[in-house]
């Protein structure tokens, strides 16, 4: 027998022993965690910061493509030739202009006796006084000259024109065509005026001709701010396609290094979704705002028509952006290991194998096909993925449907490549080497302890 209390020793000894294994243990993965909170504070850093970036990256893109680029700028604002709010403004702006131009009396006292019953007969017409009768036949010429053909080329020629001198308003030079104040940014409508007065000749208003040439503005842009703005427009046109190329790099910094980088993935896709859409807030409220700031003497309608021509592509750009997002965190959550995702695979999986069943029973054989599918999907599907981000950002001007359209191309692609690859699974009864259902035995024995967060 052993000494009385011996094996209460061995029993300290042993549980000695395993409390300085578990503070071994422990004063190891303290600098684990240590290092895994700063890689997480540094993640999520990056992602905010990617984040903030992304309005300012879009407005600097859409600042850049509008000055920067002619056809752009002219693609732009070539619908507003043919917005009927636009024409009344401009006819009303152009009947002014006349009227104040206009010396009734002395322009009668220089009709010629033969060409007084032809004036007479074109106010005559129009009942009331002389100046009111004058006033609206004006207008009737300038809303015929507006809605005709020739506006609209007027209109794109002088866009075009004077694109370069619109670059140098907003940017400080304030030379050229196009005139910026400390409130507003106009265009010289001379042009339009000399056809009304060549409509007015032709109506019989051959008095016309003698009003002298005349140059009036018609506001693009009106805002007690935008002096102040030049300079904005000015940095955002230099940082130009950079700011945005800055803030995705940001994002996918983040998603790198984050210690659980699909959740992390998610959370930065649905992050950038979020701040195009608080651009997308913030264009509508400052629409609002640009509205009810404007002078009496300017048309609300026309000015906010105005207003969502200039930007309609920044907003397609705010759409994109948020489709994008959603459709990115949507893929990484379904990559998942949390029930529904896998649910969703398992429901994919068995359409899949579901369709590859029919084939074969209807005689389909694909020979060597099936096999190099199986063999090489993993690198098929990276390839196809590569794909159609290369085709997005390749596209020029995507829309949220282009968005939209390549994602359900690619999910078509990935259908057609499972169900090819499924051709030896069925005739195996099993993955032979392992390519790609690497996800399917992880499903099966459940998320490693290690990663339970990214559910």
Same mark, same amino acid.
């Given at each position: 027998?052993?000494?009385?209390?011996?094996?209460?020793?061995?029993?300290?000894?042993?549980?000695?022993?395993?409390?300085?294994?578990?503070?071994?243990?422990?004063?190891?993965?303290?600098?684990?965690?240590?290092?895994?909170?700063?890689?997480?504070?540094?993640?999520?850093?990056?992602?905010?910061?990617?984040?903030?970036?992304?309005?300012?990256?879009?407005?600097?893109?859409?600042?850049?493509?509008?000055?920067?680029?002619?056809?752009?700028?002219?693609?732009?604002?070539?619908?507003?030739?043919?917005?009927?709010?636009?024409?009344?403004?401009?006819?009303?702006?152009?009947?002014?202009?006349?009227?104040?131009?206009?010396?009734?009396?002395?322009?009668?006292?220089?009709?010629?006796?033969?060409?007084?019953?032809?004036?007479?007969?074109?106010?005559?017409?129009?009942?009331?006084?002389?100046?009111?009768?004058?006033?609206?036949?004006?207008?009737?010429?300038?809303?015929?000259?507006?809605?005709?053909?020739?506006?609209?080329?007027?209109?794109?020629?002088?866009?075009?024109?004077?694109?370069?001198?619109?670059?140098?308003?907003?940017?400080?030079?304030?030379?050229?065509?196009?005139?910026?104040?400390?409130?507003?940014?106009?265009?010289?409508?001379?042009?339009?005026?000399?056809?009304?007065?060549?409509?007015?000749?032709?109506?019989?208003?051959?008095?016309?001709?003698?009003?002298?040439?005349?140059?009036?503005?018609?506001?693009?842009?009106?805002?007690?701010?935008?002096?102040?703005?030049?300079?904005?427009?000015?940095?955002?046109?230099?940082?130009?396609?950079?700011?945005?190329?800055?803030?995705?790099?940001?994002?996918?910094?983040?998603?790198?290094?984050?210690? *659980?980088? &699909?959740?992390?993935? @998610?959370?930065?896709?649905?992050?950038? /979704?979020?701040? !195009?859409? %608080? +651009?997308?807030?913030?264009?509508?409220?400052?629409?609002?705002?640009?509205?009810?700031?404007?002078?009496?003497?300017?048309?609300?309608?026309?000015?906010?028509?105005?207003?969502?021509?200039?930007?309609?592509?920044?907003?397609?750009?705010?759409?994109?952006?948020?489709?994008?997002?959603?459709?990115?965190?949507?893929?990484?959550?379904?990559?998942?290991?949390?029930?529904?995702?896998?649910?969703?695979?398992?429901?994919?999986?068995?359409?899949?194998?579901?369709?590859?069943?029919?084939?074969?029973?209807?005689?389909?054989?694909?020979?060597?096909?099936?096999?190099?599918?199986? *063999?090489? &999907?993993?690198?098929? @599907?990276?390839?196809?993925?590569?794909? /159609?981000?290369? !085709?997005? %950002? +390749?596209?020029?001007?995507?829309?949220?449907?282009?968005?939209?359209?390549?994602?359900?191309?690619?999910?078509?692609?990935?259908?057609?490549?499972?169900?090819?690859?499924?051709?030896?699974?069925?005739?195996?009864?099993?993955?032979?080497?392992?390519?790609?259902?690497?996800?399917?035995?992880?499903?099966?024995?459940?998320?490693?302890?290690?990663?339970?967060?990214?559910?």
């Amino acid at each position: 027998m052993g000494a009385p209390g011996g094996g209460t020793d061995d029993e300290l000894t042993t549980l000695r022993a395993r409390v300085a294994a578990l503070e071994a243990s422990s004063a190891a993965t303290a600098p684990r965690r240590e290092h895994h909170r700063l890689r997480s504070f540094f993640s999520g850093l990056l992602v905010v910061i990617g984040c903030l970036l992304v309005p300012l990256g879009l407005v600097a893109a859409w600042t850049a493509d509008l000055l920067g680029d002619t056809d752009r700028y002219v693609q732009t604002v070539t619908p507003l030739a043919s917005d009927p709010d636009v024409q009344a403004a401009v006819a009303n702006r152009v009947t002014g202009a006349v009227m104040e131009h206009v010396d009734l009396p002395a322009l009668l006292e220089g009709v010629a006796p033969d060409q007084r019953p032809l004036v007479e007969k074109a106010l005559g017409k129009l009942g009331g006084s002389l100046e009111s009768a004058l006033s609206s036949f004006v207008h009737d010429r300038a809303q015929d000259v507006v809605a005709s053909p020739a506006f609209e080329t007027i209109w794109t020629d002088a866009n075009r024109a004077i694109h370069t001198s619109l670059d140098r308003a907003l940017t400080g030079d304030e030379d050229g065509a196009v005139k910026i104040e400390t409130d507003s940014v106009t265009i010289d409508l001379a042009p339009v005026i000399e056809r009304v007065k060549e409509r007015l000749v032709d109506g019989g208003l051959t008095v016309a001709s003698n009003i002298p040439e005349i140059h009036t503005d018609f506001t693009v842009l009106r805002s007690d701010d935008i002096g102040k703005a030049k300079t904005g427009f000015a940095l955002l046109q230099s940082l130009g396609l950079w700011l945005p190329v800055i803030a995705v790099l940001c994002v996918a910094g983040g998603v790198l290094l984050a210690v *659980r980088r &699909r959740r992390a993935l @998610v959370a930065a896709a649905l992050g950038f /979704a979020v701040a !195009a859409l %608080v +651009l997308g807030i913030a264009l509508t409220v400052f629409r609002t705002v640009y509205l009810n700031a404007l002078p009496a003497s300017v048309s609300p309608a026309a000015a906010g028509t105005v207003y969502d021509t200039l930007i309609r592509f920044l907003r397609t750009s705010v759409r994109v952006c948020a489709v994008l997002g959603v459709l990115v965190a949507l893929a990484a959550w379904l990559s998942g290991p949390s029930r529904p995702a896998v649910l969703v695979r398992g429901l994919w999986r068995s359409g899949i194998a579901a369709t590859r069943s029919t084939a074969d029973r209807a005689g389909m054989r694909l020979g060597p096909v099936g096999g190099f599918v199986h *063999r090489f &999907r993993l690198w098929i @599907v990276w390839i196809l993925v590569a794909g /159609a981000a290369l !085709a997005f %950002v +390749l596209w020029p001007h995507p829309t949220g449907w282009v968005v939209i359209g390549l994602a359900l191309a690619l999910l078509f692609a990935l259908a057609v490549t499972d169900f090819l690859a499924a051709t030896d699974v069925a005739a195996e009864g099993g993955d032979g080497d392992g390519g790609g259902d690497g996800v399917e035995a992880e499903e099966k024995r459940g998320p490693a302890p290690g990663r339970a967060g990214d559910a």
